[in-house]
């Protein structure tokens, strides 16, 4: 996986020498500091055009996203390419006392470790379907001036155009970028196709990890999102059971 092409995607006031130091091969992909100073600002720029319309990623056809607390097991990156997904990534889980082992899969998957179809989100992001429906807009507009509220205001005003449109959705919506391209996109754009459960478990696991175990059978996945903050005891049993290099890390008993 190392002498794949990498792009470090990092804010233009950022150093990246101590990364570059470990993937030799990376390139960096600075972008203004204002898409990456908060979590919110970085799901506004994952939702926008501008990462996906890279002169950087052209000529590719697809992106894997790989958070820094993500590690992958297996170098699988050719055959997912091949699945027909347009966005694959951890399965989302919900305690359910009739699941296996009381966790539920979701429909949608986590942004952190995800595979997109770089085809596909530039279609979504140069869209001029609305998302943000009129109605809310006029409530928006009504109650800024005739209750004076600014703020609705302000929001009615950039939902009017171009806020409301799915090409500038990132001037506006405020959730997860995956939750953006999982659960929102796929209601307005039934082309656009995400992986389901049972396809995501086999790529990435993040919460519900002995549950994804069992549902997959024992096999480890592609790889792991968040592996620090969900099961870590058992994550990084996984990991070392992959020959990943472990050492220096350990879990609070």
């Known amino acids: 996986m190392a002498e794949r092409p990498i792009l470090l995607v990092s804010p233009q006031t950022i150093e990246t020498h101590a990364y570059r130091r470990l993937l030799p091969n990376a390139c960096d992909l600075k972008v203004p500091p204002r898409w990456m100073e908060s979590i919110r600002a970085y799901n506004r720029m994952m939702i926008s055009p501008m990462i996906y319309n890279h002169r950087l990623l052209r000529g590719y056809s697809h992106m894997l996203l790989h958070e820094p607390d993500a590690v992958l097991l297996k170098d699988e990156l050719d055959h997912w390419s091949t699945e027909p997904y347009d966005f694959i990534g951890s ?6 006392a009739d699941a296996l082992a009381g966790v ?9 470790l995800s595979l997109t179809n770089l085809a596909a989100m530039r279609w979504v992001t140069s869209s001029w379907l609305r998302w943000h429906s009129w109605r809310h807009v006029f409530g928006d507009l009504y109650c800024g001036l005739v209750e004076r509220n600014l ?7 950039v939902a009017a155009y171009p806020g409301g449109l799915l090409r500038g959705a990132y001037r506006l919506y405020n959730t997860g970028w995956d939750i953006f391209f999982t659960s929102l996109v796929p209601s307005l754009l039934p082309e656009f196709r995400v992986a389901p459960p049972n396809v995501c478990v086999r790529f990435g696991w ?19 999102h968040a592996w620090t903050k969900y099961e870590p005891a058992l994550m990084l049993e996984l990991m070392q059971s992959m020959g990943v290099d472990c050492s220096g890390y350990e879990t609070a008993s």
């Open 206 to 224: 993040e919460t519900g990890t002995y549950a994804c175990k069992l549902y997959n059978n024992g096999d480890p996945p592609f790889g792991l």
């Open 91 to 96: 399965p989302w889980t919900r305690v359910d």
């Open 151 to 157: 703020p609705k205001l302000r929001r009615g005003l």
């Open 104 to 112: 539920a899969l979701c429909q949608g998957a986590n942004g952190g």
